[in-house]
């Protein structure tokens, strides 16, 4: 009698995980999404402002034009021009000053209700790095890997707040981390020192990178400072991204952003930032 229970409870349970279930997931309304970078870096610099499409769409963000885009830092004011796909480039070239705070300011009439919003934001932009050495050997912990070690002067903290940083590596001019999901990033909160030396900061993996080292081939670590803020907002992207671990856990909080609306509580997606930058390259 009691196998013939557990026969049934059986068929029960596999009959009930077959039930088809339908779930009907209506589309959100668009977002705006503003994304800005001021570096140091002397260049026509840009503003990306699209608007978000929904979780089944395909192809990418829709660009919004018709925005009135500025930035400004101690008196200056740097004016931006639509240049298709969403960009709105400066009209002049010009470099981010270490020390300074930029303001954003778009103008954009985002709910087509006939009256301009106000979108604001503002970033410190850190003093750089000094990188004076990188070195490209086999790794002592992990077989056929190879390490890229950085020697540098770090910048001091403004106000004891920790710096972030954000490293891009380059194989002969080609990208290896380009991505914001591959971003490499650190912070000096608990670093006691200015001065770091061979410190182990990426490994190349011929599988995952495409990289077959070769005599004389160019490696170049660029280094790009930032804002505690921004540091925050690229783990945020990054966790979304990847999705919760462990597999059950909590839902991931949403991105946060320093952008907001002056006039109205509307929704916004994104960030501004400023930072500075430092780079070095070597011959394998």
């Known amino acids: 009698m009691k196998q013939i229970c557990n026969i049934f409870l059986a068929i029960l349970l596999l009959s009930a995980c077959t039930e088809r279930i339908d779930i009907h997931t209506d589309e959100a ?23 978000s499409t929904g979780y089944f769409a395909d192809g990418k963000p829709e660009g919004v034009h018709g925005a009135e885009v500025e930035v400004t830092s101690s008196g200056r004011t ?9 960009n709105y480039v400066s009209d002049a070239n010009f470099s981010g000053e270490e020390g300074e ?10 709910d087509e209700d006939g009256i301009q919003e106000t979108y604001e934001a503002s970033s410190y932009l850190p003093h750089r790095i000094r990188i004076d050495d990188i070195r490209i050997v ?35 001019d080609r990208a290896l981390n380009d991505s914001l ?11 006691n020192t200015r001065r770091l030396d061979t410190l182990t900061c990426y490994y190349i993996s011929e599988k995952r990178d495409d990289v077959d080292l070769m005599p004389q081939d ?26 919760s671990m462990p597999l059950f856990g909590g839902p991931p909080a949403n991105v946060r952003t320093n952008i907001r609306c002056r006039e109205k509580n509307m929704p916004v997606m994104g960030f501004f930032t400023a930072f500075s930058v430092d780079e070095i390259a070597t011959m394998y």
């Not at 740097?78 to 969403?86: D, E, I, K, V």
């Not at 705070?101 to 985002?110: E, G, M, N």
């Not at 950085?150 to 710096?163: C, R, V």
């Open 29 to 51: 309304a668009p977002k705006l999404v503003i994304y800005g970078k001021i570096s140091t870096d002397h260049q026509r610099q840009v503003v990306n402002i699209t608007r």
């Open 78 to 86: 740097y004016h931006f021009s639509y240049a298709g796909n969403g």
């Open 101 to 110: 705070t930029y303001q954003l300011q778009v103008r954009l009439d985002f």
């Open 138 to 172: 086999p790794s002592r912990i992990f077989d056929q890997l190879i390490e890229i070690q950085l020697s540098a002067d770090l910048p001091e903290k403004k106000d004891g707040i920790a710096n972030g940083y954000n490293l891009h590596f380059y194989h002969n």
């Open 181 to 191: 999901k591959n971003f490499s990033t650190f912070s000096d909160e608990y670093i």
């Open 218 to 243: 160019i490696i170049k670590v660029r280094v790009e400072v930032i804002t505690r803020d921004y540091l925050e907002f690229i783990t945020d992207a990054q966790n979304e991204i990847s999705g």
